[in-house]
């Protein structure tokens, strides 16, 4: 459904003009840019991760050579930009989402929570997820 | 005599009838330190080129006439002090919307926008004037009252990147005005509010790149309604939540 | 794309819910199995009869399944929102099409790598 409805204009106008700078021009659009980036090395993640399940599923040999692989210094590499950025989309993440937080959605009222709180509370969340996840697949718990 | 500086200013200028495309004028404008970049606009035009059109009313931040780029970003002209520029200061008009001469656009498609979200209070039965008025605490006030101070002046659009490869994007100004008269206690109108809102070119269009709310003069922080819409509108369109206000 | 934006408000669901869980889980699978998985700290967590027999429990599997599906998802919305802003509304068609076809195929290649633990 378009909503910008063309008036028939007598009036000759030149063409809008683009925001200037964007995607990349600005500081202030860059953050936005980077965010939006963390797409491909989560994906990229998301992958490897996947080829782990597929290497475990065809036995021990497969498993092993899996995780020797990982060991190159190519790897190592790879999945440190991947975490860096996977690091910085869950940091932004829970801060841009602190405006949802914020607000009343349909019958749940709006916390009443400043704001800085309500964004640094998911990454406690997160945080702590990620020690506890670390400790299960270390072998400390479970 | 209060001292005055001169200041460059370069202008963009197109007239239809004789250009074909826009252009950029030079004016060397003497300031005075208080000047904002609209007292300088109408120093260029009372005392050196009175063929520059630009539009303006209040010049105290409440009309949202004067909305121009100043050095790329969205501002209202009235409230750019030009004591806080250095160098030349170039002035355009908003980015997003054609240019009809000079500083002035079209905000035809705009004021479409925000009439197509339905901007008044909708009753299914009207309360009758001798019924008495609608009461409404001050906790209900507060659950939109940031999002109707909007003056209008179409900075967020000029600000917002998906509008400028997008122009059918319902855009942030229509969207944070929904979203007000859906969040008001006296509205029962968000079930006709939400075919436009919950549309591919309303709140889904949006990707949170937060310009509009970083250009928006009047604090109303449209990227945090647009967010809250789309939460609400999601739920809405899986029936978890139906559409009503329940302030 | 007429059916991509009747189904917007799933597409964006699957952003924000594969979000909260990739930010929850992605960074301890990050630095606990790619990063850390070769070690000796891990040899005795991921040595393979204990990374099998978590995998391939119910629990393990569902958690196999789920948070990989959903990050591939939550990615895809994002590449196709990220390639719209890079290259202009021109490319809307491509970007979602192309971006939500690779999710449903790596979710498929997932699900399908679960059940042969």
């Known amino acids: 459904m378009s909503h910008a409805q063309t008036r028939t204009s007598s009036t000759p106008t030149a063409p809008a003009r683009k925001p200037s700078g964007f995607p990349l021009g600005w500081r202030r659009y860059r953050s936005y840019t980077l965010f939006a980036f963390t797409c491909i090395p989560m994906a990229i993640s998301g992958l490897l991760l ?8 065809q036995g021990e040999q497969a498993w092993a050579a899996w995780l020797a692989g990982l060991a190159s210094p190519g790897m190592v590499a790879l999945n440190l930009f991947c975490l860096a950025f996977t690091l910085y989309f869950a940091f932004r993440f829970g ?6 937080a914020a607000g009343r959605i349909g019958p749940i009222p709006a ?3 400043p ?24 072998g400390a718990i479970g | 005599m209060a001292e005055m500086r001169v200041v460059k200013f370069e202008v963009l200028r197109f007239g239809p009838e004789t250009d074909t495309e826009p252009r950029f004028d030079t004016y060397e404008v003497p300031c005075m330190e208080d000047w904002v970049v609209l007292d300088a606009l109408n120093a260029i035009k009372d005392d050196i080129d009175p063929t520059l059109s630009h539009r303006w009313s209040c010049r105290m931040g409440v009309c949202g006439s004067c909305g121009m ?8 002209t009235c409230a750019a002090f030009v004591r806080n520029y250095t160098g030349t200061i170039r002035v355009e008009p908003l980015s997003n919307f054609p240019v009809v001469r000079d500083l002035v656009v079209d905000l035809g498609s705009f004021i479409d926008k925000i009439k197509s979200v339905k901007p008044w209070i909708i009753r299914k039965i009207e309360k009758d004037v001798g019924q008495g008025e609608y009461r409404q605490s001050p906790e209900q006030l507060a659950e939109f009252k940031q999002y109707s101070m909007c003056i209008n002046c179409a900075l967020c659009y000029a600000a ?13 100004a229509a969207i944070a005005l929904g979203h007000r008269y859906n969040m008001d206690s006296r509205d029962e109108g968000n079930a006709e509010r939400f075919d436009t809102l919950a549309d591919a070119d309303g709140v889904w269009a949006c990707s949170y790149a937060n310009e509009c709310s970083q250009v928006c003069p009047k604090h109303v922080d449209p990227a945090m309604a647009i967010q809250q819409a789309k939460l609400t509108s999601a739920l809405q369109w899986l029936h978890v939540v139906p559409k009503k206000s329940f302030t | 794309m007429n059916l991509i934006r009747k189904l917007e408000p799933v597409w964006w669901l699957l952003f924000g819910g594969g979000g909260f869980i990739a930010a929850f889980f992605l960074p301890g699978l990050i630095i606990g199995v790619l990063l850390l998985g070769p070690t000796d700290l891990m040899s005795g967590g991921l040595g393979y009869e204990r990374a099998h027999a978590l995998a391939s429990g119910t629990v393990g599997k569902l958690f196999l399944c789920t948070v990989l599906s959903l990050v591939f998802w939550h990615c895809a919305h994002h590449l196709r929102h990220f390639a719209l802003d890079l290259f202009g509304h021109s490319v809307a068609p491509l970007a979602a099409y192309g971006s939500y076809l690779l999710a449903a195929i790596a979710t498929l290649a997932t699900v399908s790598a679960v059940l042969a633990l």
């Not at chain 1, 996947?50 to 599923?57: D, N, P, R, T």
């Open chain 1, 50 to 57: 996947l080829q782990g399940v597929s290497a475990l599923g």
């Open chain 1, 95 to 100: 801060w841009v989402g602190r405006k949802i």
């Open chain 1, 111 to 113: 916390p009443g929570l």
């Open chain 1, 115 to 138: 704001m800085p709180i309500l964004g640094i509370a998911p990454l406690g969340g997160f945080v702590t997820l990620w020690i506890v996840l670390l400790l299960i697949l270390g």
């Open chain 2, 69 to 76: 780029l100043v050095n790329g970003r969205p501002v209202l």
């Open chain 2, 160 to 172: 917002c990147p998906v509008l400028a490869s997008e122009p059918e994007f319902l855009g942030p």
